[in-house]
């Protein structure tokens, strides 16, 4: 999976996420977990920040600096997916001047 990051030209930014093989199913949150369905966690620095219940998220404004952006795919009934012992998703780092 991919993950893109862009920003408006007003110091907000928006993240994209293109992701083979996965459906964002957000009127399913809370129910039972299926393979390849469900919403990403998203992490701003290795802290929570919100929830991506489709391809775009909002993340708003960043303090000067460098920032890990990762994501994290997580079945709808909120358990992480993974690959062996390793979290499936995607992060992408950005630098605010």
């Known amino acids: 999976s991919e993950l893109e990051a862009f920003e408006d030209g ?3 930014w928006t993240l994209k996420a ?3 093989n996965w459906t964002f199913t ?3 949150i809370g129910g039972p977990a299926f393979p390849a ?3 990403a966690t998203v992490y701003a620095n ?3 920040v919100g929830r ?3 391809p775009w998220f909002d993340l708003g404004e960043l303090n000067p600096g460098n920032h890990t952006i990762a994501i994290v795919l997580s079945g709808n009934d909120g358990t992480d997916f993974t690959l062996g012992t390793e ?3 995607a992060e992408v780092d950005i ?3």
Do not use: A, C, D, F
Request: charged share 20%.
């Open 10 to 12: 007003n110091g907000r």
């Open 18 to 20: 293109n992701i083979e």
């Open 26 to 28: 957000p009127e399913l």
């Open 37 to 39: 369905q469900g919403y």
């Open 46 to 48: 290795g802290i929570e």
């Open 52 to 54: 991506m219940v489709g």
């Open 87 to 89: 979290l499936i998703g």
């Open 95 to 97: 630098v605010v001047e």
